[in-house]
């Protein structure tokens, strides 16, 4: 089956990951890292400074996507569309 994300096509037998998550800074200069939505609605309450929301494929170990948006609601509604994909 093939799924489409912001005009990307990908073959889902192909995918190894495929996960929404929070970039957040970590402190370390302008670095940043991604964690888990849970994690952060859960835990991090204010302890963090979030400075985006992505959606993350993997093909294997070497090709990496990533789909990065300035809000949550702009992600789910990106996840929505995907979700919809899978669903046919």
């Known amino acids: ?8 096509q990908f073959d889902t037998k192909k995918i190894t990951q495929l ?3 929070a970039v957040v800074k970590t402190g ?4 940043t ?11 991090a309450k204010g302890k963090v400074e ?7 494929v993997h093909l ?3 090709e990496k996507h990533e789909f990065l948006f300035e809000t949550r609601e702009e992600m789910d ?3 929505g569309q995907i979700a919809a994909q899978l669903k046919r």
């Open 1 to 8: 089956m093939i799924i489409t994300i912001q005009d990307k």
């Open 19 to 21: 996960y929404p998550a």
């Open 28 to 31: 370390y200069e302008e670095e």
């Open 33 to 43: 890292t991604k964690v888990s939505l849970e994690w952060l609605s859960i835990e």
């Open 50 to 56: 979030v400075v985006g929301f992505g959606i993350f």
């Open 60 to 62: 294997g170990e070497e």
């Open 77 to 79: 509604a990106v996840a």
